[in-house]
């Protein structure tokens, strides 16, 4: 490809920032300049792209008319500021937020909803739903065809690093005390980590869900198309790195044909399905990797209604960065 355009990756320090601007040279995404934005604390630092450190400016003082496509990787309050000024600016924003509401910048996942995508103008205002919400729908989609769902339920264990550097500077510390038997003084988390699971990820409301679990169902009946789904979840905090892995149960109208459910799960983008007798795991399959694993498929103990599952992905890798880098490639050919 001959033309290039010119992007920004806002929040270009952090974790899914940083794993952005490796898979766009990964997959050779077609760019003229690429301008990587931060906070001032972050400014001033450098990234590698392509054999070089390219250097980190302030997010406050860019002018977005300088680029064609903006992927937002930073937090909520950074959307909320400068999504906008950009979009005014006629640059196509890409956000991994979720602050910006579904009317104006619809939640898309390549497998399960790009046709979303077709009736946008420009510029385009997109968002990348949670890697959780991602993950999930990346595995439903494909099974909207041989299933009746009427219900899902999911624990979500959590990797420390969906909260940043500092959570897996934390369990790492964390880590390294009990293990040198030294005294632990929680920091980051409100208490022990480390060798520990955490019941909520985030404060919980009155009725005692956390933003992230009521964002993950939102955003998961927004990219299926199925506002009405009920959707049960716990979100939890694993001591892990990296690499989100869920427990889900499907609850279907009627008995399910276990093969036609792996025919359809073996033949769908972005999966792979793990043979049974087998199962997944974050560090052994999903981390670095471009795919959600799904194993473990069966009925209920005494229910053939019932589809249990068994997911793991690369929270940082597959469930924001190159979901965002996926969208951007959808999108391509308007913006060139």
Same mark, same amino acid.
Request: include cysteine.
């Given at each position: 490809?001959?033309?290039?355009?010119?992007?920004?990756?806002?929040?270009?320090?952090?974790?899914?920032?940083?794993?952005?601007?490796?898979?766009?040279?990964?997959?050779?995404?077609?760019?003229?300049?690429?301008?990587?934005?931060?906070?001032?604390?972050?400014?001033?630092?450098?990234?590698?792209?392509?054999?070089?450190?390219?250097?980190?400016?302030?997010?406050?003082?860019?002018?977005?008319?300088?680029?064609?496509?903006?992927?937002?990787?930073?937090?909520?309050?950074?959307?909320?500021?400068?999504?906008?000024?950009?979009?005014?600016?006629?640059?196509?924003?890409?956000?991994?937020?979720?602050?910006?509401?579904?009317?104006?910048?619809?939640?898309?996942?390549?497998?399960?909803?790009?046709?979303?995508?077709?009736?946008?103008?420009?510029?385009?205002?997109?968002?990348?739903?949670?890697?959780?919400?991602?993950? *999930?729908?990346?595995?439903?989609?494909?099974?909207?065809?041989?299933?009746?769902?009427?219900?899902?339920?999911?624990?979500?264990?959590?990797?420390?690093?969906?909260?940043?550097?500092?959570?897996?500077?934390?369990?790492?510390?964390?880590?390294?005390?009990?293990?040198?038997?030294?005294?632990?003084?929680?920091?980051?988390?409100?208490?022990?980590?480390?060798?520990?699971?955490?019941?909520?990820?985030?404060?919980?409301?009155?009725?005692?869900?956390?933003?992230?679990?009521?964002?993950?169902?939102?955003?998961?009946?927004?990219?299926?198309?199925?506002?009405?789904?009920?959707?049960?979840?716990?979100?939890?905090?694993?001591?892990?790195?990296?690499?989100?892995?869920?427990?889900?149960?499907?609850?279907?109208?009627?008995?399910?044909?276990?093969?036609?459910?792996?025919?359809?799960?073996?033949?769908?983008?972005?999966?792979?399905?793990?043979?049974?007798?087998?199962?997944?795991?974050?560090?052994?399959?999903?981390?670095?990797?471009?795919?959600?694993?799904?194993?473990?498929?069966?009925?209920?103990?005494?229910?053939?209604?019932?589809?249990?599952?068994?997911?793991?992905?690369?929270?940082?890798?597959?469930?924001?960065? *190159?979901?965002?880098?996926?969208?951007?490639?959808?999108?391509?050919?308007?913006?060139?």
């Amino acid at each position: 490809m001959n033309q290039s355009i010119d992007i920004a990756v806002i929040g270009a320090t952090g974790t899914v920032g940083e794993t952005l601007v490796q898979i766009l040279e990964e997959r050779d995404f077609p760019i003229g300049t690429l301008h990587l934005l931060a906070s001032s604390e972050s400014a001033g630092s450098s990234v590698p792209y392509r054999g070089k450190n390219v250097r980190v400016r302030e997010v406050d003082e860019f002018d977005f008319s300088k680029v064609q496509l903006a992927f937002f990787a930073a937090g909520p309050a950074v959307s909320l500021s400068f999504a906008s000024r950009a979009t005014d600016a006629g640059c196509s924003v890409i956000d991994l937020s979720g602050a910006l509401p579904a009317d104006k910048a619809p939640q898309v996942v390549p497998e399960a909803n790009a046709q979303v995508l077709a009736g946008l103008k420009k510029p385009f205002l997109v968002s990348g739903p949670s890697p959780s919400a991602t993950t *999930l729908a990346v595995v439903l989609a494909p099974l909207m065809d041989v299933l009746d769902l009427q219900r899902v339920s999911l624990t979500a264990s959590l990797a420390v690093s969906a909260q940043g550097r500092e959570a897996v500077s934390e369990l790492a510390r964390q880590t390294a005390e009990l293990l040198n038997v030294r005294p632990l003084e929680p920091k980051f988390f409100d208490r022990q980590i480390a060798f520990n699971l955490l019941a909520q990820v985030g404060k919980p409301d009155e009725q005692g869900h956390t933003l992230l679990e009521k964002r993950l169902v939102r955003e998961l009946r927004q990219v299926m198309a199925l506002p009405a789904l009920k959707i049960s979840v716990t979100c939890i905090q694993a001591p892990v790195f990296f690499g989100d892995s869920y427990s889900v149960t499907l609850q279907c109208a009627k008995d399910i044909d276990l093969a036609k459910v792996n025919a359809a799960l073996e033949d769908a983008p972005g999966i792979e399905l793990v043979e049974a007798g087998d199962y997944p795991t974050p560090v052994g399959d999903a981390v670095g990797q471009d795919v959600v694993y799904v194993g473990r498929v069966r009925h209920g103990i005494d229910d053939l209604s019932e589809l249990n599952l068994w997911l793991t992905s690369d929270n940082v890798r597959k469930g924001a960065a *190159l979901n965002a880098v996926q969208l951007a490639e959808l999108l391509i050919k308007d913006l060139l």
